[in-house]
């Protein structure tokens, strides 16, 4: 049994089953014979998952030489390995070795980790010298590679390696990312200090795509250095585009336990790995979720080592809304930045200003990201239900119908509980389920009305508004022309005169107008 494996290493978990034959004539130093050995069902413990292994190997002794043919296959993998390795020190090898592997092998080892890798690897290599170095090829063929956590997913992966006494070279490595490609080519050599040079470059890539994080970027990195001394990663990244969405839920924090144990010393620290990066975003950076929806663009430069990375910089708003309580509110400012410091945690801060009367009514969303912080202001200074009906209506909470103060109090429900449900939003729901932008009730006593709408396209609105009583509706057409500048069409039919004359009543009819508004 292969457990017996455990007489010489107490470490080695080993099954199956190892079956030998061996007829030796000679002397030590130079023997003849022939040695065969073969094992089934071969394979250890840990990590779980591992394949059974079948070995098939035979030693034909020459004297000073021995005439190997070795052969490990499981599944559709298969290693051979044949030719001369010397008997005793000092003699000289000359193997050659051939293989192809299927990457599903490594599942156990990339298990932890989340990760998967498929794909067919072909090795042709030789092995000669006194002192043997490896020689040859090893390529890839149909590989891809999946981080589902993290949403890495790459996918037609191509790639040749070529071996060198002195060094590895890959020669060159492909692969899909979304629409996009990547590629990288280099070398690493095998003396100490075993100096590196990789080069990387994704063009129109989409490396990371998940409910959390979609990006499209083009980059150009390079590692150098000596992997046993240090190492630099410089480069640059430009994002076309990236969407990032905020979930509903955020993941409870646990607090962090230090705990100690005898055993073995830690391990030496890693190489240090000092970082160059700039990353560059003109715009269409989105951040979306939990009622907020905003567009970003900026620059940002990561320093310090791969261990304790220091990004400085930030995006700033290019246009961006917050949804709360069924209503949209527009942001006057925003950014995200970053310090520098550890941990990472990127600042936030996000206004939007509602002008109504004699009030100035501010939302404002400060903090870091793991714990954003709104805010609610107004001059003059005004309780939080008023500034709210002034940031949602533009009106006092006294003018607001029973509708509007249930909007308000879902509003500070949404307020008081980030990391929640929402709070109680009775339109908001109502408004998800039919893909509108806005739904609300308005109006008074003998002047209810309906409006509901959505943005067809940036800066265009189609709306429509019905009297609560039937006598009216009117279909809404607005477009934003510039800053402060708008067309707005209407088209309705005209309500009975008693509607008329109802004071405050839903405008109805056909008109057609430009409207013109400067914030002072």
Do not use: C, W
């Not at 527009?330 to 945690?345: A, E, M, W």
């Not at 449900?421 to 109006?443: C, M, Q, T, W």
């Not at 607005?478 to 509607?499: F, H, K, M």
């Amino acid at each position: 049994p292969a457990e017996l494996a455990r007489i010489a290493d107490p470490s080695l978990q080993a099954e199956g089953t190892l079956t030998a034959q061996a007829r030796i004539q000679g002397t030590t130093a130079a023997p003849t014979g022939t040695v065969r050995v073969s094992g089934s069902n071969l394979r250890v413990r840990q990590p779980r998952g591992m394949p059974a292994l079948r070995l098939e190997a035979t030693a034909d002794l020459r004297g000073a030489v021995a005439r190997i043919d070795t052969r490990v296959s499981t599944g559709a993998s298969l290693l051979t390995v044949t030719g001369i390795v010397p008997v005793a020190s000092g003699g000289a090898y000359d193997l050659r070795a051939q293989g192809r592997f299927d990457l599903a092998l490594l599942d156990p080892f990339l298990a932890a980790a989340e990760a998967q890798m498929r794909g067919l690897m072909d090795l042709d290599a030789t092995i000669t010298g006194r002192e043997p170095k490896p020689e040859g090829t090893i390529v890839l063929h149909n590989g891809s590679f999946t981080l589902p956590a993290q949403g890495v997913r790459l996918s037609d992966i191509e790639a040749r390696v070529q071996a060198r006494p002195d060094r590895l070279v890959l020669e060159s490595l492909t692969a899909k990312a979304g629409a996009g490609t990547l590629g990288a080519s280099g070398s690493v050599g095998l003396a100490a200090p075993m100096p590196i040079d990789i080069k990387l470059a994704a063009r129109n890539a989409s490396p990371i795509s998940s409910d959390l994080l979609t990006t499209r970027l083009d980059a150009d990195f390079a590692l150098t250095g000596e992997v046993q001394t240090a190492m630099a990663v410089r480069g640059a990244v430009r994002i076309s585009r990236a969407e990032i969405n905020i979930p509903q839920r955020l993941p409870s924090r646990l607090p962090e336990l230090t705990i100690r144990q005898p055993g073995p010393p830690p391990p030496p620290p890693a190489v240090p790995i000092s970082l160059d990066i700039e990353l560059t975003a003109p715009g269409q950076i989105f951040l979306r979720g939990r009622g907020l929806d905003a567009e970003l663009g900026g620059r940002l430069h990561i320093g310090g080592t791969a261990a304790a990375p220091k990004p400085e910089g930030g995006f700033t708003l290019r246009r961006g809304q917050f949804s709360l309580a069924g209503q949209s509110l527009n942001f006057t400012t925003g950014k995200v930045y970053f310090d520098g410091h550890l941990p990472i945690d990127p600042g936030l801060d996000f206004a939007a200003t509602a002008l109504s009367a004699n009030v100035v009514a501010t939302l404002s969303i400060t903090g870091n990201a793991s714990a954003p912080k709104i805010r609610l202001s107004s001059v003059p200074e005004l309780p939080q239900d008023e500034v709210l009906a002034q940031l949602l209506f533009r009106r006092s909470a006294s003018q607001l119908t029973p509708f509007q103060l249930a909007q308000i109090a879902a509003a500070l429900a949404q307020i008081a509980d980030l990391g929640g449900s929402g709070g109680f939003d009775p339109l908001g729901s109502v408004r998800k389920r039919l893909g509108l932008d806005v739904l609300s009730v308005g109006g008074g006593p003998g002047r209810t009305s309906v409006e509901a709408g959505r943005s067809i396209a940036r800066g265009v609105y189609l709306g429509a508004k019905q009297s609560a009583t039937g006598s009216g509706s009117q279909a809404t057409v607005r477009i934003d022309l510039a800053t402060g500048l708008r067309l707005e069409g209407d088209l309705g039919v005209a309500p009975s005169p008693a509607a008329n004359a109802t004071p405050g009543a839903p405008p109805t009819g056909n008109q057609v107008g430009i409207t013109y508004e400067y914030e002072y």
